[in-house]
């Protein structure tokens, strides 16, 4: 069984992909990780952030699977797993937790649009995989772990399914004026 982890940076991928692990003693393969083992074709200096081919990427992970495994990380919805869970949270808590990290306004920014955007969803959805969605804005990594434990088990809710967490609703005027403080970001 492998289960890939993704999200929006500040979701709790990597606090989930522990506690699942902990829970369910699968190994645990990170998308960094992975990707520094020949999979990174360049740098984005203006995001501080490595290129990396999801082709050579998959190639590097599919590597590393030894049984039972979590693969976890920003990437992990553009790899082949039996479920993809992508993790999603309010951007206003969103917000609050790039912001105790230190991230610049423009990180913090873009990674919010692309959560109000769902961008990870859709784009795991373009892979034609099982993909649920776990909203994490009040949820601890034990909680969202049980989730996912209970669905490894055959029992998907569809309160999981894709496009079940929509925040364009609420934020949507946020992209328009991303600047503006009257939207409560």
């Known amino acids: 069984m492998i289960i890939a982890i993704a999200g929006t940076p500040g979701t709790g991928k990597t606090e989930v992909a522990k506690t699942l692990s902990g829970i369910t003693g699968f190994k645990i393969i990170t998308t ?10 360049g740098r984005d200096a203006m995001r501080k952030a490595m290129i990396v081919d999801p082709t050579k990427l998959q190639k590097a992970v599919s590597k590393m699977i030894k ?7 920003m990437l992990a919805h553009l790899l082949k797993a039996d479920i993809i869970v992508v993790l999603r949270c309010n951007p206003a808590e ?3 937790r790039l912001k105790s990290r230190k991230w610049s306004a423009r990180k913090i920014r873009e990674n919010m649009q692309a959560e109000i955007l769902d961008t990870i969803t859709i784009e795991a ?14 949820k601890s990594s034990k909680e969202a772990a049980r989730i996912i434990k209970n669905m490894i088990s055959g029992k998907i809710a569809k309160k999981y399914k894709p496009g079940s967490i929509d925040w ?8 328009l004026d991303p600047e503006s ?3 409560n970001i």
């Open 32 to 41: 960094k990780n992975a990707a520094l083992h020949g999979a990174v074709s």
């Open 94 to 96: 969103l917000q609050k």
């Open 181 to 183: 403080k009257r939207f």
């Open 67 to 73: 049984g039972d495994s979590i693969i976890e990380g």
């Open 168 to 175: 364009i609703k609420k934020y949507g005027n946020y992209l």
């Open 125 to 138: 959805l373009g892979k034609r995989r099982k993909v649920v969605e776990i909203d994490t804005s009040k």
